[in-house]
Structures are given as C-alpha cells and as structure tokens.
C-alpha cells in the first residue's frame, strides 16, 4: 500500500505562486502514475493533471495548461504541482493519488493522500 502526504498549501493573493509537495512512503512510489486533483466548496472533485510513473509525460486539464507543472523526483519518492498565477477561483483542497495509468478518471486512482488547503484571496 501507498501512503501519500501533500504539503505546500496555504493562502496567498491571486497571481501568487506555490508549490505542493506530495511524499509517498514507500518505493514502490516509482512503479505508479501521479495525479493531483482539486476540490473547491460546493464543486465536484476536479481533476487538474497526471505525471506518468518516469516522469517523461505530463497531462493538464485545459484551465491550467501553461501556468501549472507537475513533476517527479522518483529518487526522493515525491511528485510536485507548480502553481503559477493562481486565480481565486482555483481555492480548494488539492488532493495527490497514486494510479496504474495515467488518468483523468479519479476511480482510476488506488491511493490518495490527505489533501492541502489551498486558499487564493485578497
């Protein structure tokens, strides 16, 4: 079993930056898939983006094509979402999880970590 632990979250201004961490506690970590997604209040579960398991294929959904990177350093068994330019409307608690495939899907996910808060606002 994979356990994940997102860190990084916390609230800064619209236009800010921050980078999630999310830590898996096993090796094993390398042998998965990496997707983050996101939840805001009153929203369905988002999916924002995925990491193949060697790092070499990203996917984004299209609201953060070009402001979000997501990578891995399999070496410390740890995947990274880079948020630039965050708009308020992308307040929510992100969530890492750890799939067979690369996938939009969130069914498709077999492990999830605790979630990070994340909070866009003046």
């Known amino acids: 079993q994979v356990q994940l632990v997102e860190s990084g979250g916390g609230l800064v201004q619209p236009g800010s930056s921050l980078r999630l961490s999310c830590a898996a506690s096993?090796?094993?970590?390398?042998?998965?898939?990496m997707g983050w997604f996101r939840q805001a209040p009153g929203q369905e579960r988002e999916y924002v983006g995925a990491?193949?398991?060697?790092?070499?294929?990203?996917q984004y959904v299209d609201s953060v094509k070009g402001r979000f990177t997501i990578s891995r350093d399999n070496a410390k068994n740890t995947v990274y979402l880079q948020m630039n330019s965050l708009k308020p409307e992308e307040t929510a608690v992100y969530y890492c999880?750890?799939?067979?495939?690369?996938?939009?899907?969130?069914?498709?996910?077999?492990?999830w970590g605790q979630g990070t808060q994340v909070t866009v606002s003046s």
């Open positions: 990491i193949d398991k060697s790092g070499g294929s990203t």
């Open positions: 096993e090796r094993t970590f390398r042998a998965y898939a």
């Open positions: 999880a750890a799939s067979f495939v690369v996938s939009g899907e969130a069914y498709n996910y077999r492990y």
